[in-house]
């Protein structure tokens, strides 16, 4: 399955929910505001480094530009386009969107 | 593959409606179908032909409109949450004894059923909002 999460760790439990229930083998796909969990060094990247061994975690490009965050991408994070996010959404067999 | 879309914020608000019609045109762009874009919720303010954007911004209304009528997209506003808000169409505003309609080029207003078929009908469903 895929999960969207488009929250900010920082204001929103969304990401803390989806990691919980987020299976083996999952992806995790961050746009808008929650690309912020996808930054080196903060309050929650322990929590998406821990995560990371048991899902894919993917943050949508752009929104981290936007945000002046592509530089400071978590090792083992991968970056996305949109075309990139529409093959996540192909690849797998459903979308969850934590909203 | 199908894909249907759900976008239920309103534009100008935080990215729902931005980041749902970058996924739809890229999913065009790679060959998909999109089976319908459902509005839902504030997700109907997509739909009114009477937004004014400065000029140097993005016109997110016109730009759905655009993308309706170059791929022949369904986009469906739901009637409930649009009456609430003010959305109507010729027929509606007919209805209710307005002296005008708003709905922008491309969309129509339908009810929720639509939506249900929505995700029904498409391979994936996916879901835009706040």
Redesign the interface.
Known sequence: MLH?V?KSPFEHSALETCLRYARQGAAVLL???GVYAAARDTAVSKQVEEALKKVSIYALE??LAARGMRNRVIDGVRLV???G???L??EHN??Q?W? | MKLGILVNEGPYTHQASDTAYQFAKAALAKGHEIYRVFFYHDGVNNGTRLTVPPQDDRNIVKRWSELAAEHKLDLVLCIAAAQRRGLMDKNEAKRHGKDTDNLAAGFRISGLGQLIETGIQSDRLVVFGD
């Open positions: 969207t488009n746009i808008e505001d752009a929104d386009d949109y075309e996010f529409v093959d959404v192909v459903a979308v969107s909203l």
